[in-house]
Nanobody, 120 residues
Framework: VQLQASGGGLVQPGGSLRLSCATY????????IAWFRQAPGKEREGVAC????????YYADAVKGRFTVSRNNAKNTAHLQMNNLKPEDTAKYYC??????????????WGRGTQVTVSS
């Protein structure tokens, strides 16, 4: 199981970025995908989550109305569209899957993060 987040960068306040999470090694359609972020000196926090079919989504209060999570099951990829970015959105962003193997063992798999910096 592997995940790889990409699409981060430096953007001015009010700008937009679209993050992608490419996944490998598991049946993507069967699992929800979550996005987290971690700013320096702070704990990792959940940002958004999307169910396996894409019909259910969840957003942290801090990003509601600005971020949109989506997925393309044909390409085994999830996305996080981030609009109206604020300096407080600066963090390393990660995607995660809570995977259950054939023995029923559940493991959290994290992708390498992608840095988002919002600054003028």
């Amino acid at each position: 199981v592997q995940l790889q987040a990409s699409g981060g960068g430096l953007v001015q306040p009010g700008g937009s970025l679209r993050l992608s999470c490419a996944t490998y090694g598991f049946i993507f359609d069967d699992y929800a995908i979550a996005w987290f972020r971690q700013a320096p000196g702070k704990e990792r926090e959940g940002v958004a989550c999307i169910g396996s079919s894409g019909e259910r989504t969840y957003y942290a209060d801090a990003v509601k109305g600005r971020f949109t999570v989506s997925r393309n099951n044909a390409k085994n990829t999830a996305h996080l569209q981030m609009n109206n970015l604020k300096p407080e959105d600066t963090a390393k962003y990660y995607c995660k899957v809570k995977h259950r193997d054939l023995l029923g063992i559940v493991t959290d798999y994290w992708g390498r993060g992608t840095q988002v910096t919002v600054s003028s």
